[in-house]
């Protein structure tokens, strides 16, 4: 089981694009056999619709292996999806860091924050591009986002196959 948090609050900035996600949640599904568990705030909606259209489009097998509980859990009932997930992939988020609080590895994607100050502690993969923009801490990117759209799929499914690898050494 991996859960995605395709979300973040405080603007756009911090959120991988959705058409990312998607593809990403296709990769796991197909290569690694998973089951993909969406997780986030009500806010996060319309990143979830955009995952949902590309799966359908693009990947349509897959989106029966993905179930989306974003803007339905508590904070408490959050915790036990991420507990019993085997690896997160998040954006820099509070997921990011109740994740990491659980124990769980955890994939942290950054763009315009600094994972030097708000990287979550344990076993997890930090993920971000060498651009001279970054970190900006800005809400909203003025010029192309390139802090985001620069993380590959590839380097993505690639740290969160490690960081499976882990979870399934651990049990």
């Not at 292996?65 to 859990?73: D, S």
């Not at 900006?136 to 986002?145: E, K, N, S, V």
């Amino acid at each position: 089981v991996i859960a995605l948090a395709p979300g973040a609050a405080y603007g756009q900035a911090k959120q991988w694009p959705a058409d990312r996600v998607a593809e990403l949640a296709a990769r796991l599904i197909s290569q690694r056999e998973a089951c993909c568990v969406i997780v986030g705030a009500e806010h996060d909606r319309p990143a979830v619709r955009a995952i949902e259209s590309w799966l359908s489009s693009h990947a349509p097998g897959a989106a029966a292996r993905v179930v989306n509980l974003v803007g339905r859990t508590s904070v408490n009932v959050l915790a036990g999806v991420l507990a019993s997930s085997d690896v997160l992939v998040t954006n820099d988020s509070g997921a990011m860091h109740l994740g990491a609080a659980l124990g769980r590895p955890v994939v942290a994607i950054f763009g315009p924050t600094d994972e030097r100050a708000t990287r979550p502690l344990g076993r997890c993969a930090l993920v971000s591009a060498d651009v001279f923009c970054r970190p900006c801490l800005l809400r909203d990117c003025p010029i192309d986002h390139r802090c985001m759209t620069r993380i590959t799929v590839d380097t993505v499914f690639a740290a969160t196959s490690r960081q499976l690898a882990f979870a399934r050494a651990d049990v």
